[in-house]
T-cell receptor, first 114, second 113 residues
Framework: DAGVIQSPRHEVTEMGQEVTLRCKPI?????LFWYRQTMMRGLELLIY????????DSGMPEDRFSAKMPNASFSTLKIQPSEPRDSAVYFC????????????FGPGTRLTVL | GNSVTQMEGPVTLSEEAFLTINCTYT??????LFWYVQYPGEGLQLLLK?????DKGSNKGFEATYRKETTSFHLEKGSVQVSDSAVYFC????????????FGTGTSLTVIP
């Protein structure tokens, strides 16, 4: 099992540019989560999907952020336009729908907005 | 609502010392409880879990017992190693919020030789 796959692993961009982060969950998992981690705010849940449907996006910081899950094996998190304060490590995690089941995290994408 | 409070860090210990990282939770009913570990430059990975009261989760010498009466899930290890240096996160999930996880703020542990 390849685990959760995220790309790119590192992204450096300039303020105002569009950034797209990608995630492939573990095959068979039906829940997908996007998190952001910074030193100041720790680990924050941005949005999560069950069966490709967004369930809770209350953690999305503002309209510049959007996430999609067009099918069970792919999700994107887009920031447009990006700002320096978006610099963080973004994690994707997947699981089976159940409170007993662990979330499996990807390696993260380190985003730097100059 | 559901929440997790864990011990502030950072924690620095000598090799072979005893480790305790405190974690308490707020939730109605019976949530599932987890400890995750994050090594430098990596994502979080499950260390151990407990799904009902009085369960003990254990892995790699770490243990935590689900205490309903004190709403706690403290992480312990009898003898830490340098390789245990990492950030540790306590978390809960509950059927009343689907499978959304609530994470603590994380506790950084450094073990010195």
């Amino acid at each position: 099992d390849a685990g959760v796959i995220q790309s790119p692993r590192h992204e450096v961009t300039e303020m105002g540019q569009e950034v797209t982060l990608r995630c492939k969950p573990i095959s068979g998992h039906n829940s997908l989560f996007w998190y952001r981690q910074t030193m100041m705010r720790g680990l924050e849940l941005l949005i999560y999907f069950n069966n490709n449907v967004p369930i809770d996006d209350s953690g999305m910081p503002e309209d510049r952020f959007s996430a999609k899950m067009p099918n069970a094996s792919f999700s994107t998190l887009k920031i447009q336009p990006s700002e320096p304060r978006d610099s963080a490590v973004y994690f994707c995690a997947s699981s089976l729908v159940s409170s007993y089941n662990e979330q499996f995290f990807g390696p993260g994408t380190r985003l730097t907005v100059l | 609502g559901n929440s997790v409070t864990q011990m502030e860090g950072p924690v620095t210990l000598s090799e072979e010392a005893f480790l305790t990282i405190n974690c308490t939770y707020t939730a109605t009913g019976y949530p599932s409880l987890f400890w995750y570990v994050q090594y430098p430059g990596e994502g979080l990975q499950l260390l151990l879990k407990a799904t009902k009261a009085d369960d003990k989760g254990s892995n790699k010498g770490f243990e935590a017992t689900y205490r309903k009466e004190t709403t706690s899930f403290h992480l312990e290890k009898g003898s830490v190693q340098v390789s245990d240096s990492a950030v540790y996160f306590c978390a809960l999930s509950h059927s009343n919020t689907g499978n959304q996880f609530y994470f603590g703020t994380g506790t950084s542990l450094t073990v010195i030789p």
